[in-house]
C-alpha cells in the first residue's frame, strides 16, 4: 500500500514538473520573440534616425556644395583610410557611415557667411567656427552609438594636430582619431573639388598641400598612410564620382549592431 502510495506521488510530481518545463519553455520562446522584435524595433528606429540626420547634411552640403557627393565621398574613403591604417574593420564601417555627418552643423550657419566669395572677417570667421558645436550638438543628444560617434566627428574634424584648431583648441592624440582621419579625408576631397570661391586643385597638388601640413593640422601618421595610398583612394573617389553613389551607399545596417542604452 505504502508502495503504490509513493509511486502515485512521484507520477504526480513527474506531471507537474512535465508541465512546468513546458511552461518554461513556452516563457522561454516568448522571451526570445520579445527581445527579437524590440531588436528589430530598435533598428528601424535607428535606420530611420539615420536616414533622417544623412538627409539633414546633404541638405547642410548642399548649400555648400552643387552635387552633395562630398558626403559620400567622405564616408567611404574615411572607411578605405581607416583600413590602411590598421583599425578594426567595425570601427572602420561605423566610420564610414558617422563621417558624412561631419558638417551637419553648416546647417545652422547663414549663407552670407557659408557662401561668401572672398575671405571671411573675423567676426564672419567666428561665426562660421560655430558649425562643428552645432553639429554636435544635432547628433550628440541621442543615445545609440553610431551618432555619438558622429557627434564626435562632427566636434573634432577642424581641431588641429599642434593644437591650433577650434573649437577646443586639443593638440596631438588627444583628438579623437574618427576626428582626425576625417580631417585628411576631408581636406583633401575639399581641395581637388570646385568651390564658389576657387577652381579644384589637382591631385599632385593636394598631396603636395597635405604633406606641409603633416604634423601641424593633421596627425603625421595618418598623413603618411595617406599619401601612401593615395592612388587607391583618389580611385575610389572617382568610381564614387563617376557611379553617382547615393546616401543608400553609405548605410550598410545589416551587418551592424546598433543598440540604445537599455
Same mark, same amino acid.
Given at each position: 500500500?505504502?508502495?503504490?502510495?509513493?509511486?502515485?506521488?512521484?507520477?504526480?510530481?513527474? $506531471?507537474?514538473?512535465?508541465?512546468?518545463?513546458? =511552461?518554461?519553455?513556452?516563457?522561454?520562446?516568448?522571451? #526570445?520573440?520579445?527581445?527579437?522584435?524590440?531588436?528589430?524595433?530598435? =533598428?528601424?528606429?535607428?535606420?530611420?534616425?539615420?536616414?533622417?540626420?544623412? @538627409?539633414?547634411?546633404?541638405?547642410?552640403?548642399?548649400?555648400?556644395?552643387?552635387? #552633395?557627393?562630398?558626403?559620400?565621398?567622405?564616408?567611404?574613403?574615411?572607411? &578605405? &583610410?581607416? %583600413?590602411?591604417?590598421?583599425?578594426?574593420?567595425?570601427?572602420?564601417?561605423? %566610420?564610414?557611415?558617422?563621417?558624412?555627418?561631419?558638417?551637419?552643423?553648416?546647417? #545652422?550657419?547663414?549663407?552670407?557667411? &557659408?557662401?561668401?566669395?572672398? !575671405?571671411?572677417?573675423?567676426?564672419?570667421?567666428?561665426?562660421?567656427?560655430?558649425?562643428?558645436?552645432?553639429?554636435?550638438?544635432? %547628433?550628440?543628444?541621442?543615445?545609440?552609438? &553610431?551618432? =555619438?560617434?558622429?557627434?564626435?566627428?562632427?566636434?573634432?574634424?577642424?581641431?588641429?594636430?599642434?593644437? !591650433?584648431?577650434?573649437?577646443?583648441?586639443?593638440?596631438?592624440?588627444?583628438?579623437?582619431? !574618427?576626428?582626425?582621419?576625417?580631417?585628411?579625408?576631408?581636406? $583633401?576631397?575639399? %581641395?581637388?573639388?570646385? @568651390? $564658389?570661391?576657387?577652381?579644384?586643385f589637382d591631385d599632385d597638388q593636394a598631396l603636395k598641400m597635405l604633406r606641409e601640413q603633416r604634423g601641424r593640422a593633421f596627425d603625421p601618421r595618418i598623413?603618411?598612410?595617406?599619401?601612401?595610398?593615395?592612388?587607391?583612394l583618389f580611385a575610389l573617389r572617382d568610381r564614387i564620382n563617376a557611379d553617382q553613389l547615393g546616401l543608400s551607399a553609405l548605410t550598410g545596417f545589416a551587418?551592424?549592431?546598433?543598440?540604445?542604452?537599455?
Amino acid at each position: 500500500m505504502e508502495a503504490k502510495m509513493t509511486t502515485a506521488q512521484d507520477d504526480g510530481e513527474n $506531471c507537474f514538473s512535465d508541465a512546468a518545463n513546458r =511552461q518554461m519553455q513556452r516563457l522561454v520562446a516568448d522571451f #526570445g520573440r520579445m527581445y527579437r522584435e524590440r531588436n528589430e524595433a530598435l =533598428q528601424e528606429v535607428a535606420r530611420a534616425h539615420h536616414d533622417a540626420l544623412l @538627409r539633414l547634411a546633404r541638405a547642410a552640403e548642399l548649400r555648400d556644395d552643387d552635387t #552633395g557627393v562630398h558626403i559620400v565621398r567622405i564616408g567611404h574613403i574615411a572607411e &578605405l &583610410l581607416a %583600413l590602411k591604417l590598421g583599425e578594426r574593420p567595425q570601427f572602420a564601417q561605423h %566610420l564610414r557611415q558617422a563621417a558624412p555627418m561631419h558638417d551637419i552643423g553648416k546647417i #545652422g550657419i547663414p549663407d552670407n557667411v &557659408l557662401k561668401k566669395p572672398g !575671405s571671411l572677417t573675423p567676426e564672419e570667421r567666428a561665426v562660421m567656427n560655430e558649425h562643428p558645436k552645432i553639429g554636435a550638438d544635432i %547628433l550628440g543628444r541621442s543615445r545609440i552609438p &553610431l551618432f =555619438q560617434l558622429a557627434a564626435e566627428v562632427a566636434l573634432a574634424h577642424h581641431e588641429r594636430w599642434d593644437g !591650433s584648431g577650434y573649437p577646443s583648441k586639443l593638440a596631438g592624440e588627444a583628438i579623437p582619431l !574618427s576626428g582626425r582621419i576625417v580631417a585628411v579625408v576631408d581636406f $583633401c576631397d575639399a %581641395l581637388t573639388m570646385d @568651390r $564658389c570661391y576657387r577652381p579644384a586643385f589637382d591631385d599632385d597638388q593636394a598631396l603636395k598641400m597635405l604633406r606641409e601640413q603633416r604634423g601641424r593640422a593633421f596627425d603625421p601618421r595618418i598623413v603618411d598612410a595617406y599619401i601612401e595610398h593615395a592612388q587607391e583612394l583618389f580611385a575610389l573617389r572617382d568610381r564614387i564620382n563617376a557611379d553617382q553613389l547615393g546616401l543608400s551607399a553609405l548605410t550598410g545596417f545589416a551587418d551592424l549592431q546598433l543598440q540604445v542604452d537599455a
